[in-house]
């Protein structure tokens, strides 16, 4: 069961640790991502950044997909195109909140620090045709802004 799907290009940072884990109750963190997980220095990073007493995962889509399917997690990737991957095979993603997305050549600008490619925009937009809602939301105490109102413009 996801408790919260994030999508951040930071993956485990300050706002996660100290914000958005203890908002949603969760034990697990999940960074799906293959790169990372071919990376021994980013894993290593990431072990180093994760709060005391938290459970990491480090993994790819198909071991994200049959641990998610066993236990409650608190799932991130780093794009949009990872969580539409994951939700074409079959994972329900009610919801995914969105944290920083830096600037890069051919993206535009969604929110406060936040660009999207046109490869993140197609996955966004299916994810969001599939009912999942996508929200701009840097802290769990901030108002949320949807996707779908912000691609409309």
């Known amino acids: 069961m996801i408790k919260a799907f994030r999508a951040d290009d930071r993956l485990i940072h300050g706002q996660v640790q100290t914000q ?4 949603y109750g969760v034990n697990r963190v999940m960074i799906i991502d293959s790169n990372v997980v071919r990376d021994p220095i980013n894993v290593q990073i990431l072990k180093l950044a ?27 990737a780093r794009t949009f195109v990872t969580a539409c991957r994951m939700q074409r095979r079959g994972l329900s993603i009610p919801s995914i909140i969105v944290g920083p997305f830096p600037s890069k050549a051919g993206a535009v600008q969604m929110g406060k620090n936040t660009y999207f490619t046109e490869k993140e925009l197609a996955a966004a937009d299916e994810l969001t045709e599939h009912g999942t809602e996508i929200a701009f939301q840097l802290l769990p105490n901030e108002p949320k802004t949807l996707y779908r109102d912000v691609r409309k413009k």
């Open 50 to 76: 994760k709060p005391a007493g938290i459970d990491l995962v480090i993994c790819d889509e198909e071991k994200a997909m049959n641990l998610i399917a066993k236990d409650a997690a608190q799932p991130a």
């Open 20 to 23: 958005w884990i203890s908002t």
